[in-house]
């Protein structure tokens, strides 16, 4: 015997004696009809007895097959039955399709045990099993092996916009695991469940809603990057999930997936900013836009793909209105303390708010319900007294005539007098003997964001990285890098910002959107959130810096009021990607005392009962919907 084979035979009598390979499924990948479906391990029931004869249809498959379920409390169903609710099927869900009619288990509520001859035609599919039950699941399309074993079905899609940091699902428990599966293509996959699973309830409210995380939140089973590869690398997936998500989760919503955040939630510019990831990218026009920060992913995505419902992103300094002011969204900072945010990093506990992306008003209330609770109460009784701020004094191009034709919608709507308002005049008439507004609070917000992230932050980070990589630091992206820098060198302390927000939240909270007893806020207040202004991705910009000022964008930041996004419509620009007129969104933002939410999110509701305002649409434009320019080469087509 010569050495090797002497080697081989004492590792294989000694080592590997007693080693046994341990095996689980982690589900599979199939096609029907081209498209992709992920096929989870979990069952969710059993076909009853007769599985041979019932599997033998289908040819000998060694994999899953698709099939249909159905439910029916009476006997004689018939062919044109079935077509009627495969119609219905299709309409109200783009995970089932005809594929999934090669097999029907219909599960009978009445009486008897009807075969299944009585109940639908073979003709109609390439197998049919019938039985009686008390307790059925839930109608739809499912995937059935050999064992007879039941297994949802989740559509795959391309995630084309680079929208998610990772995709997740969860298991029968409720327990999330990154998703086992991808498709062919430069993007990963996204897996969503059959609608027809899930039926809305007073306690489920959300059930079936499908929903993106921003990558600040903490999930169960998940890492969190906060927009930093060394922090993901770093630190174990979270044991436990954050208070906003699990609300929502709780409600029925069905978790996708995280989404990408500008590191560490400070603001960046694509493309230069992002360093350790690539900032996703705007549907808008080009597709070559910013898509602001730092809920850029629940932005893209929410603008891009009509399978995802609703974003969970948060506001600091217009995290959630910078996205879906550039992607034409309805995005809400709520009144500041309405839900917990444990679980969630924090920029600036002064300041940080969780807040929602959608394109749908109506949906946007009820997740608001179900993540502020009994923090918001919805109210339909609304001011008379519109302020406007900065509004243009003329339609000098398609912007402003949106912006004014909106604001003579809902003044004409809520038969509203409207005052053109300036902050610094009129600080300066209630404040006499006080520095000037601009003054005040020049330094406030990049005091606390910086002061308090290091503390909070960085300076842990620091030390766990160290700690295991031998002294060694972790990259930083430039612009959190800056703004850290400013901290540590400021003589300012965060008690001091924290006095001139209070300062400016006392005045603006009674004098200037005050409570009301009849309509909770004295009056709304406008300003213009965007107006189809250009910010392309392919642009060298200056370094970034430290982002000092006031603007309209930081009234709700120091007042802690509610500011919410609006879509209006869109105006064109000549694209100097496409060589081409394309059209970017128009938004108004609406601002009301602090606490009136629910007032708000009901005025929307009704402005959009009205006609004044309407559902945004998903790809090139939020108002004509259209096929992103570049979605043909960035995804697989199936």
């Known amino acids: 015997m010569g050495p090797i084979a002497r080697f081989l035979s004492v590792i294989l009598s000694t080592s590997f004696t007693h080693v046994y390979a341990a095996f689980s499924s982690s589900g599979s990948t199939v096609f029907v009809n081209d498209i992709a479906y992920f096929v989870p391990p979990d069952v969710v029931g059993t076909l009853p007895s007769k599985i041979q004869d019932f599997t033998s249809r289908f040819h000998g498959s060694l994999g899953p097959v698709p099939i249909t379920v159905i439910t029916i409390s009476k006997p004689g169903f018939q062919v044109s039955d079935l077509s009627a609710l495969a119609a219905n099927f299709s309409a109200s869900d783009d995970v089932f399709q005809d594929g999934f009619l090669e097999a029907l288990y219909v599960q009978y509520t009445g009486h008897g045990n009807p075969s299944a001859p009585q109940i639908c035609s073979q003709n109609a599919a390439k197998a049919v099993i019938a039985s009686s039950t008390q307790k059925p699941i839930p109608s739809g399309p499912y995937f059935v092996t050999s064992a007879g074993t039941l297994h949802r079905a ?9 929208a998610f940091t990772e995709t997740a699902i969860s298991n029968s428990e409720g327990v999330f695991s990154v998703l086992p599966a991808g498709i062919v293509g430069q993007s990963p996959a996204v897996a969503v469940p059959s609608r027809l699973y899930f039926t809305k309830t007073v306690d489920k409210p959300l059930a079936g809603v499908r929903l993106g995380i921003k990558d600040i939140y903490d999930i ?8 930093n590869r060394a922090w993901y690398g770093l630190y174990p997936p979270a044991n436990k999930t954050a208070v906003a998500v699990q609300k929502l989760i709780d409600a029925g919503a069905i978790v996708v997936g995280k989404m990408k955040t500008s590191q560490f939630a400070n603001g960046e510019t694509a493309t230069a900013d992002w360093v350790d990831y690539h900032e996703p990218f705007n549907p808008r026009g080009d597709g070559y836009q910013d898509t602001s920060s730092s809920s850029s992913g629940p932005g893209a995505g929410e603008g891009s793909y009509p399978w995802l419902d609703i974003t969970l992103g948060s506001d600091t300094g217009g995290s959630i209105r910078g996205p879906s002011e550039v992607q034409g969204l309805y995005g809400n900072r709520p009144s500041h303390g309405l839900v917990e945010l444990t679980g969630v990093m924090p920029l600036a506990p002064e300041l940080d708010t969780s807040g929602l992306l959608t394109r749908d008003p109506v949906l946007w209330t009820a997740a608001a319900k179900a993540l502020y609770g009994d923090n918001i109460t919805v109210t339909s009784k609304y001011p008379s007294q519109i302020l406007t701020v900065e509004f243009p004094e003329s339609a000098d191009d398609i912007a402003d005539g949106l912006i004014l034709d909106f604001l003579a919608n809902l003044t004409d709507f809520l038969q509203a007098n409207v005052t053109a308002f300036n902050f610094t005049t009129a600080w300066a008439a209630a404040n006499p003997s006080a520095a000037d507004i601009n003054v005040i609070l020049n330094t406030t917000y990049p005091l606390l964001i910086s002061k308090e992230q290091i503390k909070l932050v960085r300076d842990p980070f620091y030390a766990d990285y160290a700690a295991a990589h031998n002294g060694r630091r972790p990259f930083i992206d430039p612009t959190p890098l800056i703004r850290w820098s400013y901290g540590d060198n400021s003589s300012a302390t965060i008690e001091e910002a924290v006095a001139n927000k209070t300062q400016f939240m006392d005045w603006f909270n009674s004098e200037v959107l005050a409570p009301d007893a009849a309509t909770c806020s004295s009056s709304l207040l406008l300003y213009v959130g965007s107006d189809a202004s250009t910010v392309y991705r392919n642009v060298y910009w200056d370094s970034p810096g430290v982002p000092f000022g006031f603007s309209s964008g930081r009234i709700s930041v120091f007042s802690e009021a509610p500011d919410f ?28 005392a602090k606490g009136c939410d ?5 005025l929307i509701e009704a402005l959009l009962a009205a006609g004044i305002i309407q559902v945004a649409k998903t790809g090139y434009s939020g108002i004509d919907g259209g096929e992103v320019l570049l979605k043909r080469s960035l995804e697989f087509e199936q």
């Open 598 to 602: 629910g007032m708000l999110f009901s």
């Open 154 to 162: 989740y559509r795959l899609y391309s995630d084309f916009a680079g």
């Open 565 to 592: 996004v609006v879509p209006i419509g869109q105006a064109p620009y000549n694209s100097t990607v496409t060589q081409h007129v394309e059209y970017l969104p128009v938004t108004v933002d609406m601002m009301v």
């Open 220 to 227: 169960a089973g998940l890492k969190t990057s906060n927009g």
